[in-house]
């Protein structure tokens, strides 16, 4: 992250100029969406004319805040929370509000985080002693910070936590403090327990509070003394610097493997520990209602989604009710009958890119997985994804994956898929492996809801999202946990990501680079050296991208007449407009909506309206590299290569069929209608034109009239007259080269013919050079997307199947996938239905399906050799029932004499039998009559004795009489 340093900023003498010729500048242009940032302004003197009624106000967007002088030219205000999406008006005013002659831009970035969590991923231990360790830089706060003689100021920590109560998410989102440390010395680094942060998981009450996210908040001691009240909130300019957006399970006992007897309990605050209920975290509490939105704003937030609320009710539901026994279980069944989703249903997802490097070429669809409160991106690559570097980060919550991206459109439902990648590069299923992606429940875009404060609505749709999205997986798959587990499988099984399955690539890129060199979208390259401004690519109701040109700087630094190349690119979208230019100084411009940018001041990825923005810098040097990519799917990679403007541009695969035109071409598959002019509906032919025909009839035809151009003008050395040169006539013809430049070129260029031409052109071997690694680059890029190739989706696993795979992690043609019988009770299961092996086919359909497994019985225990089976089966599945007979004359004498059967449970057990047989009695001779009815009449008493206790012992001690006779088989 760069900043311009806040004290080193200009200090302009008002004495020595007009307060009229004053320039006002401020710093920094950036700061965190929840506020608190100083922010100082240069340029701003006061009215010499009502010096003593001077009344300093900054307005944020439409945010008033109230400001200080800090020297005769420079003012300060404190941000206040986000104020503004993108860019925001910032305006001062010296005399009270009254007027602002001052306008200037500010921004407000999730990013920029003034406090860093360290190890994050590890500190999830409540009673282990885990540490947390935080850093900061202390100047931020006190810029009077003196290392040398290490004196310091006092500052406050605290961790600010948002929580929603009831089952209704209009009963409002809240929050609470913790105060972790009170006048501490601000040296820039703080460590302590987590036991501190005493989140409890115990049993659930309705009226508990559900923890959703928090963030820690440090302000100077002073400032919190001399500006902050219970009753009011802030009353003052307090700078406070944060972190981002954290998951509260990492300060639980969530991970405690003696905490885990059973998904029934749940988070609850201990209150005990300093947890100051606030209305709002945000400035001034007593202006702002008790939740982050009021129910009249979160009924108007849902009135357009029911089905989400509803979801969020249930999900509070299993959290706090005491009659749901498993979080998990009731979840699963209330998602799929609220919001049923399948995520290879291409009519509403967005199929995965089989493999990592069509991910490289579709990064205007996919970026990385970076919840705004996960543990970390998961990104484990670092080298550099298509031509941007994206954060590198531990993939704790997929282990076994290296990276994850996420589809950049979602559906009505504000679904999108998640796509993961194994170390092999290749796609992975969450239901046979934890490293699969999942389907994700996202916040988009809601301007509708106009008269809601920016700030508000941001947390509220973060934090909404955090409880929908989250809070399921934080349940069923805890941190550190056995990813295989019941309740984590079924998690994976319910958000399951989608496949590759008719997933189609977006266009091979089109591209300009050297001695304006131009690479269609259909695969034409073509050299037109026109010098002004052009439509590249034109798509009616889609995108309008336009290039700009300027004399090439030949060997030696000296202006080529004859020669042009690239210096600039501008596009529009739904909301926005983007130029990227050849910078002054070095490296590359950037404007947003006709605004330049600082880039030194800005972090490495920037959201701007629909517009996500990644910039690749090497320290403090100037920018050199820069992709934007549109919600539309568009990216535009620009890259600063020797004074050079190259670029690359690719489209995706939902936009073909549109008419296009321009110098890219057509975009049909076919190259050879790329060369249409403007006004003609024929096309030359690139088999015969020649340079100066391209040059003449096709490339000039499509310079921009000065009304439709999306170019600023640096007047008055740039100017549209001056920048569209309608004189300028190139050499079409490549000039012979002297004898050792001729033999240089023939070595660096090996037969590529831009290469070749540029030098001859220009007298700059490294111009040609680069040309030839930039189409090297586009050769490559064009062969991922060309082999893209077939998949066969994920193999569809039936639930409960007890089968798992152990073999296969790819699913494209040719491809095998190996199950076997596998249940996570260790209980013993045989195959039923399906293939142990299935193939991927060239048609994209697998051969075979998958295994479908039934838990076994073992055979049943026989009482005596006098017990046997009848039938000849050799195996038992759930289900089977068993009959058992006596052998050899015996008759039943105990056991299960009435129906004498078992059945096979779902545990692998027998239930029923224990029967037991023995040999019937007979008189011997008849004269022993008295003895025998003696004996008859004391047996008869014997048994009538013995039914009698068995049927009193059956009605009172029913459980134990059944385990009596279960314990026989």
Known sequence: MFRVDKRQIEDTSCTQIGIDEVQATSAPRYGSIFGGNEVLISGVCADPNFPENEAISCQFGKTKVVGDRQHESIVRCIAPPLAGNGPTSLRVSVDGGRSYPHILTYSYDATANDIQLIQRKDWPNHFGGSKISITWDPLILDPAVDELTSTVSQIDVDLILWYISGADPANGIRSASIALATGVPNTGQLEFLTSQINITRGRAKADQPVFLAGTFRIVKTDDRNAFYTAESGWIGPAVKIWSKLTDVDVFSNLNDPLARQSSQERFSPSLGLQLELKTNVFDNATSRPASVLSREQWDLYYATRPSRRQMVSEILRCLKSPAVTSFCDCWAERERAIIPYNSDDNSTFLACPPNINQVRLDRGRFNP???????????????????????????????????????????????????????????????????????????????????????????????????????????????????????????????????????????????????????????????????????????????????????????????????????????????????????????????????????????????????????????????????????????????????????????????????????????????????????????????????????????????????????????????????????????????????????????????????????????????????????????????????????????????????????????????????????????????????????????????????????????PLLTSSLVALRGNATTWEVGNQVVFYCTNSTVPISGNIKDRTAVCTDRGEWFGGGLECGLKRQTTTANTTATSATATTTSMAYRVSVHTIRHLFVMFFPFLYAWSNYRYY
């Open 369 to 859: 997985e970076s919840s705004l409160t996960s543990a970390a991106t998961c990104n484990r690559n670092t080298r550099p994804i298509g031509n941007v570097f994206w954060d590198v980060g531990e993939c704790d919550e997929h282990p076994g994956a290296v990276l994850c991206v996420n589809a950049l459109t979602a559906n009505q439902a504000e679904l999108a898929q998640q796509c993961c990648y194994n170390e092999a590069g290749t796609l992975t299923d969450a239901e046979t492996s934890p490293s699969g992606g999942r389907v994700r429940f996202i916040v988009q875009d809601r301007s509708d809801l106009r008269d809601v404060e920016p700030g508000d609505l941001w947390l509220a749709q973060r934090l909404e999202e955090q409880l929908i999205d989250r809070k399921p997986q934080e349940m069923c798959c805890p941190r550190k946990g056995n990813w295989d587990r019941k309740d984590c499988q079924l998690f994976r099984r319910i958000r399951r990501g989608g496949s590759a399955k008719h997933y189609l690539p977006p266009s091979a890129p089109g591209g300009g680079f050297g001695d304006p060199h131009i690479w269609t979208l259909d695969g034409f390259r073509y050299t037109f050296n026109g010098l002004g401004e052009y439509v590249l690519v034109e798509m009616p109701g889609q995108v309008v991208i336009q290039g700009r040109t300027a004399q090439a700087t030949g060997l030696g630094g000296r202006n080529n007449t004859a020669a042009t190349v690239w210096s600039g690119l501008a596009f529009n979208s739904s909301k926005s407009i983007v130029q990227i230019s050849l910078s002054t100084r070095g490296g590359l411009d950037l404007y947003l909506n006709w605004a330049k940018q600082e880039l030194m001041e800005l972090t490495n990825s920037i959201e701007f309206n629909d517009i996500v923005i990644y910039l690749t810098r090497n320290g403090t040097e100037p920018v050199h590299r820069i992709s934007a990519q549109s919600s539309t799917g568009i990216t535009v990679d620009v890259e600063e290569v020797d004074s050079v403007l190259e670029f690359q541009i690719t489209l995706p695969s939902e936009l073909k069929g549109n008419i296009t035109h321009g110098l890219l071409g057509n975009w049909n598959g076919k190259t050879q209608d790329d060369l249409l002019p403007r006004t003609s509906l024929t096309s030359l032919n690139p088999d015969t034109a020649s340079p100066q025909d391209i040059f003449n009839d096709f490339g000039e035809t499509w310079r921009i009239e000065k009304a439709e151009s999306l170019f600023t003008y640096q007047a008055p050395s740039q100017t549209y007259e001056l920048i569209n040169d309608l004189k300028f006539r190139p050499q079409f013809t490549e000039p012979s080269m002297a004898p050792n430049l001729q033999a240089e070129a023939n070595i660096a260029c090996a037969g590529n013919a831009e290469c070749r031409f540029d030098v001859a052109i220009t007298g700059n071997l490294g111009m040609g050079k680069n040309s030839a690694i930039f189409v090297k680059d586009m050769e490559d890029a064009i062969q991922v997307g060309a082999n893209s190739g077939v998949s066969c989706g994920f193999p569809n696993i039936r639930e409960g199947s007890h089968s798992r795979l152990v073999q296969g992690t790819s699913f494209g043609v040719g491809d095998t996938l190996t199950f076997e019988c596998f249940h996570e009770d260790k209980i013993s299961t045989i195959p039923k239905r399906g293939d142990k092996v299935m193939r991927c086919g060239e048609n994209g359909v697998w051969t075979g399906s998958p295994l479908e497994c039934v838990v076994s019985c073992s055979r």
